[in-house]
């Protein structure tokens, strides 16, 4: 097969959902040389976009987001050990769900997606206090920080990150961007933060887009 054929084959085989199949092709690719950076450009990149236009278009729905999400996540563990460090990532992120929300399933889709767009996440996991995120933007410097809100009772925690950001001095110094399904426009506006993410595909979007800034 052409370099061509198998990234074609990891490309369809994200947006179909076959595991195995794109881990074979993966495998496939690393072993005739191709570089994984093209793997992760034409093969992952490419799906994502797909995947997120058949989203937007309401083809697709969570589960099939959530799939091909790990997919790519499978796929990335399997580029790891091959991907040189001194790839310059589009942007350093945190991501976490605020405490008192033990939900993950939008985090994870917004994880998965962003790496394979070229991000250097690092997530927090569920249930973060205000204390953990504060003290990781300390230390990691983002460029972006992504709070996760699935449910109304995690909101005033997000409101509260943004407040501890700003009292000691690292609100300047970091985009700050709120996704879930409680979370609105209004309480982003509220609240002081940079982005609405109404969808994992919009925040990725609205992240990328800041990278570019």
Known sequence: MTDEDIIKKIKEAIVHMDLETAKNACENALNQGIKPIDIIKDGIGSAVKIVGDLFEAKEYFLTELIMSGEIIKEIMLILKPYIKSD?????????????????????NIVRNFMQAEG?????????????KFIETVRVEKPEI????????????????????????????????????????QQFVDDIGADGYAKDAIDGVKICKRWAQE
């Not at 945190?94 to 929300?101: F, L, S």
């Open 87 to 107: 790839n310059k990532a589009k942007a350093k992120v945190i991501i976490g769900t605020a405490k008192g929300d033990m939900h993950d399933i939008g985090k």
């Open 145 to 184: 920080l992504a709070i996760s809100a699935l449910i109304s009772a995690s909101m005033p925690e997000v409101k509260n990150v943004i407040k501890v950001l700003n009292k000691e001095g690292l609100r300047e110094t970091v985009k700050v961007i709120v996704g879930g399904a409680p979370v609105t």
């Open 119 to 131: 991000f250097k996440v690092i997530d927090l996991g569920i249930d973060v206090s205000t204390d």
